[in-house]
Every structure is written in structure tokens, then in C-alpha cells.
T-cell receptor, first 116, second 116 residues
Framework: ETGVTQTPRHLVMGMTNKKSLKCEQH?????MYWYKQSAKKPLELMFV???????ENNSVPSRFSPECPNSSHLFLHLHTLQPEDSALYLC???????????????FGQGTRLTVV | AQTVTQSQPEMSVQEAETVTLSCTYD???????LFWYKQPPSRQMILVIR??????QNATENRFSVNFQKAAKSFSLKISDSQLGDAAMYFC?????????????FGKGTRLHILP
């Protein structure tokens, strides 16, 4: 199993659809992140969950709804998206309340989302 | 709020030569972490190197080294003996060492081309 796994790898959805992105980490981390990567704004932080509590919501539209049921799983629920929401969505995990040697984030391979 | 700036959208280097990627950041904090990540065409973000702000010694990892200038808030990445596999997007990132400040902030990236 890889450290951080995202499914699906590719997703095409209509503007009226509802879909969810899934992220799972097998690293024992206690923080998880959603990033949006597009040509206009590379690596834009969307949400941060630390100890299963949302600690950051970076002015993300309500059509994106995160869910973190436990420290290993993170979801991004999508509904009534716009074409400009088409991007690569990256999930990451890290350790917080951390020792100095364990500070970086580990990323999944992303979900390429296309909204039509 | 912290910011990370990468002023070189693209760079090219001849294979086997040395290249330096620039990164500056802005923060009022004295304790933090800095990272360089690599994102090849496969989209997988991979940590290249890490620097703790409280350490004066520059980090090195094989052919990769950094020039960390804390007073100037500069964190450049040097790649020696460039190889074709080094071609990728490189992102500079900042993370606060403050407990419960779990954001990891990225620059816009530098696309590195390796010329055979």
C-alpha cells in the first residue's frame, strides 16, 4: 500500500452531479489536507483537518464540502460545480504536535477533475 | 500571513550541469520549516529536501543542497550534476513550527527542463 491513496484518479462530472473524492493515508498521521492545483493558482490550500477537526477553511465555496471521519480518511464532496473548478485535487497528510524530524507532508497522486 | 515566492516560472539546464532555483518567503515567525518538493509528470509530489529554521547548517541530500539565508528569508535549491530524471515542477514550501498551525504554504513552482 502506498502512503497516501486517492480515488478516483480521474473524474468527469456534469455541473448538476454530486460526486466525492476519497483520500486514505496509511502513515499514522493525524493531519490531512486538500489542495487544488490549477494552471492559474498552483497548490491552493483548501482545507486542513488536524486531529479530525477542521482547522482551516481557506474561503472555499460551499459547493466543496470536506469530511474527515477519522484520522486515516478524508473526503471531498462535490456538488453543482462550475467548469472553473476543473483542476487536480491533491490530498496530503502529515504529523502535528510533531518531533522536529517529522514535519513534511506526504501527497497522494491526485484526482484530475473535469467539470463539463 | 506567510507567503512563499518563486520568481522563476521556468528554467533550463544542460544535463550534468548545476542549476539553482530561487525561493523567498515572508514570515514574522522565528521557528519554522522549509521544504522543496518535486512534482514530475506523474503528478506525485515528492519531498526533495527539508530545512529547519533553527539550524544554521544548510541541508544536503546527495545532489541536492540548499542555501538557507534566514535574515534574507531566502531558501534556494541547488541541483548538481543534473539528470534527465530531474525534469519536473519544483515547489518551495513553508510550515510554521507553532503548535496547531498546521498549514503548509507553497510557492507557485518552477518548471525545470533538462537539456540532453
Amino acid at each position: 500500500e502506498t502512503g497516501v491513496t486517492q480515488t478516483p484518479r480521474h473524474l468527469v462530472m456534469g455541473m448538476t452531479n454530486k460526486k466525492s473524492l476519497k483520500c486514505e493515508q496509511h502513515l499514522g498521521h493525524n493531519a490531512m489536507y486538500w489542495y487544488k492545483q490549477s494552471a492559474k493558482k498552483p497548490l491552493e490550500l483548501m482545507f486542513v483537518y488536524s486531529l479530525e477537526e477542521r482547522v482551516e477553511n481557506n474561503s472555499v465555496p460551499s459547493r466543496f464540502s470536506p469530511e474527515c471521519p477519522n484520522s486515516s480518511h478524508l473526503f471531498l464532496h462535490l456538488h453543482t460545480l462550475q467548469p472553473e473548478d476543473s483542476a487536480l485535487y491533491l490530498c496530503a497528510s502529515s504529523q502535528v504536535f510533531l518531533a522536529r524530524s517529522n514535519t513534511e507532508a506526504f501527497f497522494g497522486q491526485g484526482t484530475r477533475l473535469t467539470v463539463v | 500571513a506567510q507567503t512563499v515566492t518563486q520568481s522563476q516560472p521556468e528554467m533550463s539546464v544542460q544535463e550534468a550541469e548545476t542549476v539553482t532555483l530561487s525561493c523567498t518567503y515572508d514570515t514574522s515567525e522565528s521557528d519554522y520549516y522549509l521544504f522543496w518538493y518535486k512534482q514530475p509528470p506523474s503528478r506525485q509530489m515528492i519531498l526533495v529536501i527539508r530545512q529547519e529554521a533553527y539550524k544554521q547548517q544548510n541541508a544536503t541530500e546527495n545532489r541536492f543542497s540548499v542555501n538557507f539565508q534566514k535574515a534574507a528569508k531566502s531558501f534556494s535549491l541547488k541541483i548538481s550534476d543534473s539528470q534527465l530524471g530531474d525534469a519536473a515542477m519544483y515547489f518551495c514550501a513553508y510550515r510554521s513550527a507553532i503548535e496547531r498551525d498546521d498549514k503548509i504554504i507553497f510557492g507557485k513552482g518552477t518548471r525545470l527542463h533538462i537539456l540532453p
